[in-house]
């Protein structure tokens, strides 16, 4: 298997099909009994997509739509319910553990909150060797230097000086580069980015992100890039997913949706996104209400408690996504409105 897994090539990176993942509500033994069944959280409900090799697929919506729970399937952190995740041609959960284990090493995650994911107790460049000890043990007397040319390429210069450093003697905008620096150095195909500039000053985002892109396009990476701010998404995707209670709602080329959004919740989402014009006011806003309970989601389309076009069909038929324009994908019963 470690020989398949190094040679494939597939155009797809990463193939998901039906992929759901319910996780059972915690309920007493009595609760149980009186109630007569288990309750489950439906975090993703039937979600395909695929992402091809060196481009930059987004998942966005709102809080607990599930987008991290995607992620952590796609790169096998987590069994799916029903369904299944393909990574270069291999089904996941036809892994062994130790299979799983050297997958890994192709497949990087670049979490939220760098101070979280790094060890407080660890110099940096032993956080970033990291991963080379764990994949390639047998090249020891390499890893200093792949450790320093991995820093010098994340700008952190001159990378001797920031080696011994700890994470809490840097900027966040520095630490965030340490986590990016950690993440490359197995060499990866994979990069599941979820939320990365969201917990970094507003004044080194962008710079963040020119980062990511710059390697993106110099490493051939592919990325898996989750956020819950559209903005964020057209600096760096090609396709997005835009995601709705553990389904997609609306699916396609980065242009083409945010130039043609033909879902409502797509459109809010849009209308929602802040512009830097004072003059150019913004007609619509957030659909009222929260997201709802993702434990009994509503009947039929799931937006349709706040969706402004609905109509009876909508609380009683759920919409399956639908090719409505080259390279896009709806599902909603009345999208042909917006077309
Ligand atoms: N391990 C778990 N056990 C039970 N429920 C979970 C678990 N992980 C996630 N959930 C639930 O699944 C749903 C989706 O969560 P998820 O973290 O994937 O959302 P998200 O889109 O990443 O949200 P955010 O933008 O806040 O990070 C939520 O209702 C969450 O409470
Ligand atoms: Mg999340």
Known sequence: MSEQISINKNENLVEITHLKKWFPVQQNFLDQILAGHVDFVRAVDD????????????????????????GRLAIGLEKPTAGKVMFDGIDLSSLESEELRKL????????????????????????????????????????????????????LTPPHFFFTKYPHQISGGQRQRVVIARALITNPDLILADEPIAM?????????????????????????????????????????????????????????????????????LMAAVPVPNPHERRTQVMPAGEIPNPINPPSGCRFHPRCPVAQEICSKDEPELRALRPGHWVACHYAEKFL
């Open 104 to 155: 890994r090493r192709r497949m990087q995650v670049i979490f939220q909150d760098p101070m979280a994911s790094l060890n407080p107790r660890m110099c940096l460049g032993d956080s970033i060797a990291h991963g080379l000890k764990i994949h390639y043990p047998e090249k020891i007397a390499e890893h200093r230097d792949i450790t320093l040319s991995i820093m010098e390429k994340v700008g």
């Open 47 to 70: 979600v395909s997509f695929t992402i091809k090799r060196g481009e930059a697929f987004g998942l966005a919506g709102e809080s607990g739509s599930g987008k991290t729970t995607i």
């Open 200 to 268: 970094a000053d507003v004044s080194v985002r962008a710079l963040l992100l020119d980062l990511m892109v710059q390697l993106k396009n110099e490493l051939n990476l592919t990325y898996l890039f989750i956020t819950h701010d559209l903005a964020t998404a057209k600096y760096i995707c090609d396709r997005i997913g835009i995601l709705y209670l553990g389904r997609l709602a609306e699916m396609g080329d980065l242009r083409e949706v945010y130039g043609h959004a033909l879902h409502p919740y797509t459109q809010a």
